[in-house]
């Protein structure tokens, strides 16, 4: 009886587990169980899998069916729970008592349709990634339409259900469809076999091949170079994990994705393409990634399923100008091979799927993105970007895995279709900071006075999630930890950092004292700094020697460090050489605008003038025609702007800002005449006020009763970023004065801690206070933070989706409280639990004029509602309260009816899918009876019976303000539903 039981009592428990992380994933692989051990008949399964259906319906429906089942099928019901059910929910359950077990049911059975029953589970999975040519199976032997693979492939559907549905769409075609399908899986499974690395045997030349390519992937990868040609850390010693998501939401992934998840099939969107996009900022580590992964394979430790991995540099191939096929392109770009090219290429064609191809900086590309020019022949030679993109959309080299990464601005939706799935990069986690200084300092009382530092600048600490900066800051540990007071604060102190680093770390000359050492270096600054501009100019960012000598560097200048020799395994045209980073390209050639005494005076204008990416495509070569050209080679004026000058020219305008900050005038005292300098001063100042100009002229007049709101596009960002740079709260003040608008949105633009320290920095200008609205970015504690400084103009404060955790909010809260403005906060999905209810609480207690409060799909249980309430019972304000999809039961539900009881304020109350039943219900009837405000009760996704709703009929009687109480996906039958409609209206089921 234990099981049957069990599935009574736990029913909430149970359903909660189901369905509360929305995806239907759990239930439908349930269900696919039961079919299979024939506990549920086909037609049990077709009454609950109504098409719409809620899920909480469907799974409520399924407890009801397994119950009147009996126990043997409770039983049978509970160990599919326990497989399918991640460890930790299934502790939650307790399981202890069920014993059953599942077993694959022997295939004794005569027909193929049956088959598709009894092996349902592995079918779906052996589907996967086959979908497409199962379909093509069926519509070519004449038992599908175009009409029934539609149907299949609807694009909501995730790859696990297009596969059921299509095992469900089989079904009624009779035993001859059953029977291509199940052929057709057994004829992959066996070719799926051949090409499994373990059991396959290349020729002996392909091994010698894979073993040479192997020991050079993983020579180029083993080192970082620190200092140019002089220092080199190992990867090994340094590597840290980058914080890696899903571009596009998956029902399936909780938690951060590993390496190897770039290139399997989690989080696949569109499995027919071979390309799995990287994208992240410049810096954000990109390069080190790929680097980890190919040093992986080398080593073969991991992607063991390639037996070959070809990396490629896109900087690198932007100086191949042949025409090659792709043969040559492989061979002379990655590894040649010492004998039998045709056979190891043939060998390549025929197995795709053993082969991984890399990109490294798709953006630094000089084409853009095109889908115009197609090649289908592996033997046509043909331009090297026209061979990569033809890779991208798989009309080349089908099947092989490419792995490519860009700066997310130039990824352009015609790109997006040719994408297997997109994987964000977003830098270090402060842990990821941590353990990165501990890896950096072998001697831990560094180390630890680094990261000491760090928390008492978070403004910095925020830049650390940059790994570039991260490692900037490391470096600079002496400087950083001699400065005091005056620590960095911007990018450019940042960089100015690392600059009077290596100056003093490589010189001869004696370290001079106070500024001296940037007048010491002024023609190195120069010459470096022509040659970065130059290079901008003319998308270049690998230097030949002819170069380096017309803009005057010297060996001196390169053994400073700045410039390191270009890694290339065919290259032997010389040396050739590029800046450490873009990043410190971009900041020589910001050095060289600001310094040159002969820079064009149009130069800064339209450095600012420099529009976001998708705004224009050419504003970048108008900025390059615009300048006076020097540096006249092959590389110049060559098509149109590629998404990496238009990012790597707003990275040289913000350095351009902070170079020409108030802070730094004394180091350029020396070098050049004041008045220009002060004219240079004035054109950032008037560029900086036009570019805010334009944003703000695009806020549209609002509708009639509705508030005035700006949705802020990256570009205005950006502009905030320049005048946070720059230092000076004159210019942010300006700048400010002109915005008036009750809200500003800016949500999903890439906020992270930096930009957040920008924005509060500038926004604590604003004349009246807004509602900033900042969900779905990576705000995280740290940004939080630094947002404290501007949340006296905030009113309200929308951080949904935002990684903060119960010490964010804390913080948050402890300075809410003295801003008088603050009434509203959003804090859906994050990472809150029961830890932070306790702050909120004395919010609630404390600000007797706050109005909102929603805490949506956290992880707030019955303790953090009584938390809850017990502010609540003091304040006289709350209009709002949102708790959807937490789990506060019962006893959470009772614990805040209990405080709103006697509320003469609340309007709007949600608490959707939170286990509450018919006690909650009962309790809650309470505030309806007394409330003279309560109009909207949310209460859908519950648990509450006839018991509890009746309570709710009762108390509307006595309540005319409410307008509706939602009480959809509730224990109640059809009947009920309809009888207690008739009752009261005001229900809503
Ligand atoms: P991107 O390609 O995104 O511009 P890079 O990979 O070149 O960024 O990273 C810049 C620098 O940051 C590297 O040279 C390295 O010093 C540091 N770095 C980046 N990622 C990591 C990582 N995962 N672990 C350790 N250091 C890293």
Redesign the pocket.
């Known amino acids: 009886m234990f099981a049957q039981e069990f599935v009574l009592k736990q029913r909430t428990e149970i359903l909660h587990a189901l369905c509360s992380s929305g995806s239907t994933e759990h239930l439908e692989r349930v269900l696919d169980i039961l079919l299979a051990q024939g506990e549920l008949i086909w037609e049990d399964y077709q009454n609950i899998q109504v098409p719409d259906r809620a899920l909480y319906t469907k799974a409520r429906q399924l407890l009801d069916l397994v119950y009147t089942k009996g126990v043997d099928t409770c039983e049978l019901f509970l160990a599919a729970l326990k497989q399918v059910l991640p460890e930790s929910q299934i502790v939650g359950l307790s399981f202890a008592g069920c014993n059953s077990n599942l077993e694959e049911k022997e295939e004794y059975q005569s027909t193929s349709t049956h088959t598709l029953l009894t092996q349902r589970p592995s079918l779906v999975s052996k589907l996967l990634g086959h979908i497409h040519g199962a379909l093509e199976a069926l519509v070519i032997s004449g038992h599908f339409t175009s009409a029934d693979c539609d149907e299949v492939r609807l694009p909501v559907y995730t790859p696990s259900q297009q596969a059921r549905r299509l095992l469900d769409h089989v079904r009624p075609k009779g035993e001859l469809a059953a029977k291509v399908v199940l052929q057709y899986i057994q004829q992959k499974q066996e070719t799926g076999s051949a090409l499994n690395p373990e059991k396959l045997t290349p020729p002996k030349e392909f091994l010698k091949y894979q073993k040479k390519l192997s020991s050079s992937v993983s020579a180029q990868s083993c080192f970082?170079?620190?200092y140019g040609g002089t220092s080199h850390?190992s990867l090994d010693d340094?590597?840290?994990?980058?914080q890696l998501e899903l571009a596009q939401y998956c029902a399936d992934v909780h938690g951060p994705l590993g390496l190897e998840d770039i290139v399997g099939t989690v989080g696949t969107v569109n499995e027919e393409a071979d390309t799995v996009l990287v994208s992240?900022?410049?810096?954000?580590?990109?390069?080190?990634?790929l680097?980890?992964l190919h040093l992986l394979w080398a080593r073969g430790v991991a992607l063991q399923q390639f037996l070959l991995l070809f990396p490629f540099s896109c900087r690198r191939l932007n100086s191949e100008h042949r025409e090659l096929s792709v043969k040559e392109l492989l061979f002379q770009h990655c590894c040649w091979p010492d004998r039998d090219q045709e056979e190891i290429f043939q060998f390549i064609l025929d197995h795709p799927h053993l082969v991984l191809f890399t990109f490294?900086?798709l953006d630094e590309l000089k084409q853009s993105f095109s889908d115009e020019k197609r090649l289908c022949c592996p033997t046509q030679p043909a331009p090297v970007h026209i061979l990569l993109f033809n890779f991208i959309q798989g009309s080349l080299m089908k099947g092989v895995r490419k792995v490519v990464?860009s700066?997310p601005e130039a990824v352009g939706p015609m790109l997006k279709t040719h994408l297997c799935k997109e994987v964000l990069?977003k830098g270090?986690s402060p842990s990821g900071i941590d353990c990165?200084v501990r890896?950096h300092h072998s001697d831990n009382t560094v180390a630890t006075k680094v990261l000491e530092s760090l928390q008492t600048n978070t403004a910095l600490l925020g830049l650390c999630h940059s790994?570039?900066l991260?490692?900037i800051v490391s470096q600079c540990h002496k400087e950083l930890l001699g400065c005091g007071e005056g620590s960095p604060q911007t990018i450019t102190d940042v960089y100015l950092m690392i600059l009077q680093h290596f100056f003093q770390h490589q010189s001869s000359q004696k370290s001079t004292v106070g500024l001296g050492w940037f007048q010491d270096h002024l023609k190195t600054v120069l010459h470096l700094g022509q040659l970065a501009f130059e290079g901008m100019k003319n998308t270049c960012y690998i230097f030949s020697g002819t170069d380096l000598e017309t803009c005057g560097v010297t060996e001196n200048d390169i053994y400073m460090g700045f410039l390191i020799q270009s890694k290339d395994l065919s290259s032997n045209h010389g040396k050739h050489y590029e800046f450490?980073?873009?990043?410190m390209q971009c900041f020589f050639a910001a050095l060289y605008i600001v310094l040159s005494n002969n820079m064009d005076h149009s130069t800064i204008s339209k450095l600012f003038e420099v529009k976001d990416m998708w705004e224009t495509d050419l504003t970048s070569s108008c900025f390059r025609a615009c300048l006076p050209s020097t540096y006249q080679q092959d590389c110049s004026l060559q098509g149109d702007a590629t998404a990496a000058e238009t990012s790597n020219l707003q990275i040289t305008a913000t350095f351009v800002s902070g170079l020409l900050s108030k802070r730094h005038q004394s180091l350029w005292l020396q070098c050049c005449p004041s008045a220009v300098m002060e004219k240079k001063i004035r054109q950032v100042g008037k560029c900086l006020s036009k570019g805010m100009q334009k944003h703000f002229k695009s806020i549209p007049q609002p509708v009639e009763g509705e508030k005035k709101s700006m949705h802020a596009m990256p570009g205005f960002v950006w502009l905030i970023k320049c005048i946070y740079e720059m230092q000076e709260s004159r210019i942010a003040k300006d700048a400010m004065s002109k915005l008036e608008v009750d809200h500003l949105k800016l949500t999903y633009c890439n906020i992270g801690p930096v930009e957040c320290t920008a924005l509060a920095y500038v926004l604590q200008h604003l004349r009246n206070p807004v509602g900033l609205q900042l969900d779905n970015n990576s705000v995280g504690d740290v940004g939080v933070e630094q947002l404290l400084p501007c949340m006296h103009i905030c009113n309200s404060l929308y951080l949904r989706n935002n990684n903060i955790t119960d010490e964010g909010i804390r913080k948050l809260i402890a300075k809410g409280i003295q801003c008088e403005n603050f009434r509203k906060i959003a804090l859906f999905n994050n990472k809150l639990t029961d830890a932070c209810t306790q702050h909120i609480s004395q919010l609630l207690r404390t600000k007797d004029d706050f109005l909102s409060l929603r805490l949506g799909n956290n992880n707030i249980t019955a303790e953090g509602a009584k938390q809850l309430a017990e502010g609540l019972k003091f304040n006289h304000s709350l209009q709002y309260l949102g708790l959807w999809g937490n789990k506060i039961g019962d006893t959470g539900a009772e614990a805040l009816a209990k405080a709103l009881e006697s509320s003469k304020t609340l309007v709007w109350l949600s608490l959707v899918g939170n286990g509450v039943g018919n006690a909650g219900a009962s309790a809650l009837a309470n505030i309806i009876k007394n409330s003279p405000t309560l109009e909207e009760l949310w209460l859908t996704e519950n648990c509450i019976t006839r018991t509890g709703v009746e309570r709710l009929i009762e108390a509307l009687k006595h309540n005319i303000h409410v307008k509706s109480i939602w009480l959809r996906n509730n224990d109640l039958s059809l009947e009920e539903v309809e009888e207690m409609t008739q009752r009261e209206s005001r229900l809503v089921f």
């Open positions: 970082l170079s620190t850390m340094i590597y840290t994990e980058g992240g900022e410049a810096g954000s580590g990109k390069t080190t990634l680097q980890r490294d900086g990464t700066r990069l270090f990165f890896k790994p570039v991260c490692w450490l980073h873009v990043t």
